[in-house]
């Protein structure tokens, strides 16, 4: 299994506001910052959120992200059905030491 | 345009090898660390392995360490992985990958994917 756990799926009907979390240990999570992808089936990741809560140029203000300890969480506000991907959080861990993922997150807009 | 194209993958049986490469443009691809990421069928994500920009750190994941060899040219823009002694859990789309610089250890840009195949 995953280094990083999160949620195997979510879901929400338009206009409502999802969180994803994202489970680590103080060897990856908690010493690092945390990055989350955007997956369209089909199509290659694309960064959605870096060191934590940072926001590339073009990702809309309604993704957004957060570090507590050795947890994350992505939160998507006013959902829209083209948010319907898979999600993925990310960083590195300093005791393997190696790239670590989260197992995914299905996102189903309703 | 920041682009990166891998090439190199197809249908391999296993015990055998194979040599991706991923084509970078757009950019200084001297300056950033570079890695592969791969996704098996129907699974998620799984990062192989990272090199610094000038080859001195090399990482690997315990699933190909001993099998899988990363390098770079900075002189002709090129990322590599060298894939011996295949397994069929190695079937996946492999990804190649850039850190972005004050990115943290984030991974800005992704190339669209090559597909490796490990079957008799």
């Known amino acids: 299994q995953s280094v990083l756990t999160q949620p195997p799926s979510a879901s929400g009907t338009p206009g409502q506001r999802v969180d994803i979390s994202c489970s680590g240990s103080s060897s990856n999570i908690g010493s690092n910052p945390v990055n989350w992808y955007q997956q369209v089936p089909g199509t290659a990741p694309k960064l959605l959120i870096y060191n934590n809560n940072r926001r590339p140029s073009g990702v809309p203000a309604r993704f957004s992200g957060s570090k507590s300890g050795t947890s994350a969480s992505l939160a998507i506000s006013g959902l829209q059905s083209e948010d319907e991907a898979d999600y993925y959080c990310s960083t590195w861990d300093d005791s393997l030491p190696m790239g670590v993922f989260g197992g995914g997150t299905k996102l189903t807009v309703l | 345009e920041v682009q990166m194209v891998e090439s190199g993958g197809g249908l391999v049986k296993p015990g055998g090898s194979l040599r991706l490469s991923c084509a970078a443009s757009g950019f200084t691809f001297s300056h950033f660390r570079m890695n592969w990421v791969r996704q098996a069928p129907g699974k998620g994500l799984e990062w192989v392995s990272s090199i610094i920009s000038s080859s001195s750190y090399i990482y690997y994941a315990d699933s190909v360490k001993g099998r899988f060899t990363i390098s770079r040219d900075n002189a002709k823009d090129s990322l590599y992985l060298q894939m011996d002694s295949l397994r069929a859990e190695d079937t996946a789309v492999y990804y190649c990958?850039?850190?972005?610089?004050?990115?943290?250890?984030?991974?800005?840009?992704w190339g669209q994917g090559t597909m490796v195949t490990v079957s008799s």
């Open positions: 990958t850039r850190t972005g610089v004050y990115l943290g250890n984030a991974f800005d840009v």
